[in-house]
């Protein structure tokens, strides 16, 4: 198991063994054994899913507040859409191109639980610069992100995702591609076995109307709706959602800067490039 950094806080180790679903069944009453057992049975007779953890189905599980037909619906969604969206090829942080993503923005995941167990993800931009944003590289910088957490904590009550858009632009926007995006909302929607608690954008420019205009078309409206945007430099509002001690100094938070934060994210990442390729190679064989 990989060695726990000294500014990594609560965050348990991202390995491919780090979540102990034995444990979880003495402290969840919600899972069971015999849902597991279903759906693992499920999911052996399916000649279309790759070998699975059994974690794997507690995450679906869980995401699926414990409904085993819905979970089911959830891993052919999930497994479909990583075999044929290109966001989740390659996930290699060397990469010459994912790395000028990581050099234009920071990605961050908390080391600090919310009070209600939560995590915080924090996506922000570094450089004003719309050329040399893309879309899909970005994208599967931030999935990954969100894939380390399910393989440690597949369990959590919920994740807050945090965009801070103050360098963004229309231009960024116009940048994002609407059919890769109108496939990674169908996948937030239906095949992400995560348990969403908030989107909230800081600094939210005005033309951001005008993006949810055209989101609405293809996004999820009620999660749209539900979006928090939030302006200007005082962090009061945010606060009173995600404590302090959640956020990065820039944010009027208690942790390390947000450019340290990064840095431990991908060094992170980083470890798990070897279980990101195994997936993938597992996906081709079916």
């Given at each position: 198991m990989?060695?726990?950094d000294s500014d990594d806080g609560d965050l348990p180790p991202w390995t491919a063994?780090?979540?102990?679903?034995?444990r979880e069944l003495?402290?969840?009453?919600?899972?069971?054994?015999?849902?597991?057992?279903?759906i693992q049975e499920w999911a052996r007779r399916q000649r279309n899913l790759p070998a699975m953890r059994e974690g794997d189905f507690a995450k679906f599980l869980h995401s699926c507040d414990y409904d085993v037909l819905a979970a089911e619906t959830?891993?052919?969604?999930?497994?479909?859409?990583?075999?044929?969206?290109?966001?989740?090829?390659?996930?290699?942080?060397?990469?010459?191109?994912?790395?000028?993503?990581?050099?234009?923005?920071?990605?961050?995941?908390?080391?600090?639980?919310?009070?209600?167990?939560?995590?915080?993800?924090?996506?922000?931009?570094?450089?004003?610069?719309p050329g040399t944003f893309e879309?899909?590289?970005?994208?599967?910088?931030?999935?990954?992100?969100?894939?380390?957490?399910?393989?440690?904590?597949?369990?959590?009550?919920?994740?807050?995702?945090?965009?801070?858009?103050?360098?963004?632009?229309?231009?960024?926007?116009?940048?994002?591609?609407?059919?890769?995006?109108?496939?990674?909302?169908?996948?937030?929607?239906?095949?992400?076995?995560?348990?969403?608690?908030?989107?909230?954008?800081?600094?939210?420019?005005?033309?951001?109307?005008?993006v949810m205009k055209v989101l609405r078309n293809f996004g999820d409206k009620k999660r749209l709706d539900e979006t928090k945007m939030l302006t200007g430099d005082d962090y009061s509002d945010l606060h009173t959602i995600i404590p302090k001690e959640c956020l990065p100094r820039e944010y009027g938070g208690t942790l390390s800067t947000r450019a340290e934060l990064h840095e431990m994210t991908l060094r992170r990442l980083d470890r798990l490039r070897d279980v990101f390729a195994e997936e993938e190679e597992s996906l081709k064989k079916k």
């Open positions: 990989a060695a726990q063994d780090a979540f102990d679903v034995e003495r402290v969840n009453d919600r899972l069971r054994r015999e849902d597991l057992d279903e959830c891993i052919n969604y999930y497994y479909k859409t990583r075999v044929s969206t290109a966001v989740f090829h390659n996930r290699d942080l060397s990469l010459a191109s994912v790395k000028a993503q990581t050099d234009l923005l920071d990605f961050i995941v908390s080391p600090r639980l919310t009070p209600d167990g939560c995590r915080v993800v924090i996506n922000a931009l570094k450089d004003p610069d879309f899909d590289d970005y994208q599967k910088v931030f999935l990954m992100m969100l894939d380390a957490l399910l393989l440690a904590e597949p369990t959590l009550p919920g994740v807050y995702i945090v965009y801070d858009m103050h360098l963004g632009s229309i231009a960024h926007f116009w940048k994002f591609g609407f059919l890769s995006q109108r496939r990674l909302f169908a996948y937030f929607q239906s095949g992400l076995p995560i348990v969403l608690k908030g989107i909230i954008l800081l600094h939210t420019p005005s033309y951001i109307t005008t």
